[in-house]
């Protein structure tokens, strides 16, 4: 009985009397085979078909959709750890050189030199529209200048420290780029603010800001895209602590203010604000 059973699943793998191979003649797996081959070619055209006709609907400089929030992230720079702490001790150029050696890479692309070669000189207090006639693109766009010499004590030129080593540290606020987003209404420039938690607010002291008021001029608003703006400077803002509480932790907020940007939402309540943490060691 093991003997015919042998024989019987080899026959199924390969009858000579019928001369089928799994239970099929060599014509019935050719039809098969074909049918899968024309099957497959169809779905992979009908694929292409469908992509190129996607494609000719897209803006290779500007998204057709953008689902984000409605309030820009912000960042800082120097950003310490992955929690946003920024510790060091004004006794220790090591612990700080690292935070001035940060800035300067980020502040490079805007020194004064590389912006004039680049970009234009903008009429202040009013957004750089420039739109498209049309089909036809105004590509590419034309960009701001925006000088690290804004930044004036918090421009590393006249203090290559930032104010590290004598414990008045400069921190550098942008905001995210969102592609033709307008932050303002009726002429009013956005402008960040900083402020201790309510745990700490009589350790954060004064604050000054470069520019003026910590504003983002409307100038460099709006922003078109990498590839439709590619010299595109990011405005930035600068908060410098005069006479923050040394020795101990001082948590701090800062956040995005104006009259068409809500402060948040449900969906991400820190979006429009950047929390960290600052601790000056001096013993």
């Known amino acids: ?44 055209g009908m694929f292409c078909l469908t992509m190129y006709v996607m494609l000719q609907t897209l803006d290779d400089h500007k998204p057709k959709w953008q689902d984000r929030l409605s309030t820009p992230g912000m960042v800082i720079r120097p950003k310490g750890d992955e929690y946003y702490q920024i510790t060091y001790n004004t006794q220790k150029t090591e612990s700080w050189d690292m935070y001035a050696q940060t800035l ?7 020194n004064n030199t590389a912006q004039v ?4 000189v903008c009429k202040p207090d009013e957004y750089f529209q420039q739109e498209d006639s049309g089909e036809v693109k105004n590509n590419p766009k034309r960009s701001c200048q925006f000088n690290r010499t804004i930044l004036d004590e918090c421009s ?24 033709g987003m307008l ?31 910590g504003t983002f001029n409307l100038m460099y608003y709006p922003y078109y895209g990498k590839k439709a703006q590619v010299n595109y400077s990011q405005p930035l803002v600068a908060v410098k602590f ?13 956040r995005i203010n104006a009259n068409n940007i809500p402060t948040g939402s449900e969906r991400d309540k820190w979006a429009g604000r950047v929390s960290f943490k600052l601790r000056i060691n001096t013993i």
Do not use: H
């Open 1 to 44: 009985m093991a003997k015919d059973g042998d024989n019987g699943w080899k026959e199924y793998v390969w009858n000579p009397r019928t001369r089928e191979f799994l239970g099929r003649t060599a014509s019935s797996w050719g039809l098969i085979l074909l049918f899968y081959l024309v099957f497959y070619i169809f779905l992979a």
């Open 242 to 254: 005069l006479n923050i509480t040394t020795n101990e932790d001082v948590n701090i907020e800062c």
């Open 104 to 110: 300067d890479k980020f502040l490079s692309p805007y």
């Open 156 to 179: 590393g030129i006249t203090d290559r420290y930032y104010g590290y080593q004598e414990g008045k540290p400069c921190i550098i606020i942008k905001l995210n780029r969102v592609i």
């Open 117 to 120: 070669e680049k970009n234009n």
């Open 183 to 213: 932050p303002g209404k009726d002429g009013q420039a956005p402008f960040v603010t900083c402020g201790a938690k309510k745990e700490d607010t009589e350790k954060i002291g004064e604050l000054q800001y470069f520019p003026p008021n």
